[in-house]
């Protein structure tokens, strides 16, 4: 039972000591989080793998292709583990390398060779992945001059990559893709997206020599949930609620919101507030729910009434985190993560690029 595994990852620990860093990301249910050492958001815990060298192994209490990450950003000596390797991400999972290159071959047929700069030394486009993606794109973007990004830190990556090319190729979130470029000033019409089923993704050639953001057609399966109906619902019943949903978010629920930001900016946001206020919040119900406890003098509620929780997220049951500790102890290394060293290098030269980015 509950208890009963309590006690056996207490314990777990106790004997592992300093050997492992357990990481949880904020999506993570309380039986799981109560046990990390660093929670945060995916920027965050992607910065907190490579603050340990001295720990043998890394538990990763979020979803895979964050795990990679960590393996790609950690000490080659050091294992990462995942506690349930079903624990996956619909929306890293919808771009695929094999679409994504025969995109880029396109794109160049339209635009001429992609590695050569025009007079202003610019690049046609630069490709841009959100972390929710796999290490093998994360590689690919890494080889073709490009960058990660996070939900905190899009819109900086976005500057960084319009300092270096006419385009972006942005994967595999539309809406994060959308938010940001909007907010930045890109027309609508210049970001047009990419369906990898349709020549030229869909679009004419004079459309993707005009586009500034070439969007993919991903999506949160978590996030598209929400709605302005739910919006305006909270500002019916809460006069004064102030509403913030994630980046992920359909356009029109982003617009309709007070603010957006990543699942970091959600909970600063709320231990900045002084006074008691009413928030609607756009995203997971475990995030939710532990900052309205959190914050008892605020009244916190998510705008999506039927529970709303990432399904992968949830596949780490406190009972995966048990066994793979206690594998530890016993001397075996269980659901390790490693990205093979020909993604690894240019994966990493990818997430180099976003850290060093950051302002
Ligand atoms: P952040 O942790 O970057 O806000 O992203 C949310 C998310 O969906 C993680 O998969
Ligand atoms: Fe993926 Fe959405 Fe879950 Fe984040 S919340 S891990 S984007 S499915």
Redesign the pocket.
């Given at each position: 039972d509950e208890a009963d595994l309590e006690a056996r990852i207490v314990a777990a620990r106790e004997t592992l000591g300093d050997r492992v860093v357990v990481l949880g990301?904020?999506?993570q249910r309380e039986e799981v989080v109560r046990h990390a050492d660093y929670v945060?958001?995916?920027?965050q815990l992607a910065v907190a793998a490579k603050r340990h060298p001295e720990a043998e192994a890394i538990v990763f209490c979020?979803?895979h292709f964050?795990a990679e990450t960590a393996d790609l950003l950690s000490g080659p000596e050091q294992a990462v583990i995942l506690p349930n390797l079903a624990a996956g991400?619909s929306?890293a999972d919808m771009a695929d390398i094999d679409q994504v290159e025969e995109c880029w071959e396109q794109l160049a047929e339209v635009l001429g060779p992609l590695d050569v700069p025009d007079a202003d030394g610019l690049l046609p486009v630069i490709p841009v992945t959100y972390?929710?993606s796999s290490a093998a794109i994360k590689g690919f973007v890494g080889r073709n001059g490009g960058i990660v990004c996070?939900?905190?830190n899009a819109r900086t990556v976005l500057e960084w990559a319009f300092a270096r090319g006419r385009r972006v190729l942005f994967f595999p979130d539309q809406h994060l893709g959308r938010n940001t470029a909007k907010e930045m000033g890109v027309a609508l019409d210049r970001m047009p997206m990419w369906n990898p089923h349709r020549p030229l993704g869909g679009s004419s050639a004079e459309t993707l020599v005009d586009s500034r953001v070439i969007l993919w057609h991903g999506f949160?399966s978590?996030?598209r949930r929400f709605t302005t109906a739910q919006i305006d619902r909270a500002r019916a019943e809460h006069p004064g609620v102030r509403v913030i949903v994630?980046p992920?978010c359909p356009m029109e629920v982003v617009d309709a919101a007070d603010e957006a930001g990543?699942?970091?900016?959600i909970r600063e946001a709320i231990e900045a507030a002084t006074e008691p206020t009413v928030f609607a919040i756009g995203?997971?119900i475990n995030l939710v729910r532990r900052l309205a406890a959190q914050h008892p003098q605020h009244e916190i509620f998510c705008l999506d009434p039927v529970v709303c929780p990432?399904s992968t997220?949830y596949r780490i049951h406190p009972g995966y985190l048990a066994w793979v500790l206690e594998e530890l102890v016993a001397g075996r290394t269980v659901n390790r993560i490693e990205v093979p060293s020909a993604v690894a290098d240019p994966a990493r030269v990818a997430l180099e690029r976003m850290l060093a980015a950051r302002p």
């Open positions: 990301h904020f999506y945060g958001d995916s920027y979020g979803v964050m991400c929306m972390m929710n996070t939900s905190s949160c978590v996030h994630h992920e990543s699942t970091a900016y995203t997971e990432c997220m």
